[in-house]
């Protein structure tokens, strides 16, 4: 019999879930709005009609469905408590992992959904067949995932990897999190806008509102407007200078960056290269490949996925000669 599992990404907008094979293929999915505002409940009802859904779906396609992984922005412990989320606050309190455990009778476990990210990565993308590196997913704030020594590293209490808050300026923009400067406030698809205001004639970038997007001043930049492309290059060197530090700390094979701001991967790679190649020892800036995802939409699903597999203790697979070079040079 054909087994797949169900990996889950919830974000503050969408609730979604696939049925994934092994091997990372999709073979079902669902989406619908995550409609948190109406409470814990109501969310959990609809979490749980979705799984059924899929349930079904395997069922009729002759699949047996193994675990289920669900990614959760927020700060997961140990514990499986999901201690605080900024964006799904009716949840905080609640062992999600344990609760779907219970209500599905399948293997379940919830992670921070960063950290699933590179598990995904590591599993089924651009961090495949490599032991240590760091995800960094640059959209509406910085997420962040640590693989070390082939896993996922959470730290003493399950909160590791919080990189988007590492200090970059001291007396800098003040912070959500309480703190001033960290690396979120600088390398971030606001940031990119509130640094093109600074730098492109007034008028190339749409008056608010509506605010318009990291998209909108990768546009300029591919369009050769000097000010875009040095408020990519601006982001590319906040974030070399935070990661020079970790990785001076860590020797990492690579960094593989994803989320919105990833599109402009190319506009942000110059500023990177250029922090990186002063601030870290040679030996450790040449060891460093600079990647880009591979799961980009789908890597919330596919990261929920394997966690599942590693619910089950199923180890990664080996990269294979199919999925071509393990690095990329620097
Ligand atoms: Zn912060």
Not at 157 to 170: I, K, L, M, S
Not at 197 to 220: C, D, N, S, T, Y
Not at 264 to 277: I, K, N
Request: proline letters at 6%; one cysteine or more.
């Amino acid at each position: 019999m054909k087994t797949a599992v169900i990996g889950i990404d919830i974000g503050g907008t969408n609730l979604r879930s696939a049925l994934v094979t092994a091997s990372g293929a999709i073979v079902e999915q669902r989406r619908s709005t995550s409609g948190i505002e109406t409470g814990r409940d109501r969310f959990c009802s609809r979490l749980l009609a979705s799984i059924d859904e899929l349930r079904e779906e395997a069922a009729r396609r002759g699949i047996r469905v193994h675990a289920i992984g669900a990614g959760v922005p927020g700060l997961i412990g140990r514990d499986g408590l999901i201690h605080s989320s900024v964006n799904m606050r009716p949840l905080e309190g609640l062992n999600l992992g344990s609760f779907l455990e219970e209500r599905t009778g399948l293997p379940a476990a919830c992670g921070n959904d960063a950290n699933i990210i590179a598990l995904g990565e590591q599993r089924f993308g651009a961090g495949k067949g490599l032991s240590s590196f760091l995800v960094v997913t640059i959209g509406t704030g910085l997420g962040s995932g640590l693989i070390l020594d082939n896993r996922l590293w959470t730290g003493a209490n399950g909160f590791a990897a919080e990189f988007g808050h590492v200090t970059v300026d001291p007396q800098g923009l003040p912070c959500p999190c309480g703190n001033r400067g960290c690396l979120e406030q600088y390398c971030s698809g606001g940031a990119v806008v509130r640094a093109a205001r600074e730098l492109i004639p007034a008028g190339l970038l749409a008056p608010a509102p509506p605010e318009p997007g990291a998209e909108a001043v990768a546009a300029l930049a591919r369009q050769g407007v000097a000010g875009a492309r040095t408020a990519f290059e601006r982001l590319g060197r906040w974030l070399g200078i935070a990661l020079g530090s970790l990785s001076n700390t860590l020797n990492l094979e690579a960094v593989i960056v994803g989320g919105g701001v990833a599109a402009s991967f190319d506009l942000l790679l110059p500023g990177l290269r250029a922090e990186l190649s002063q601030r870290c020892f040679p030996h450790i800036y040449d060891g460093l490949a600079i990647l880009k995802t591979e799961l980009g939409d789908d890597a919330g699903l596919l990261g929920g996925a394997a966690l599942a597999e590693e619910r089950l203790h199923v180890p990664p697979p080996p990269r294979t000669e199919d999925d071509g070079p393990s690095l990329q040079a620097p």
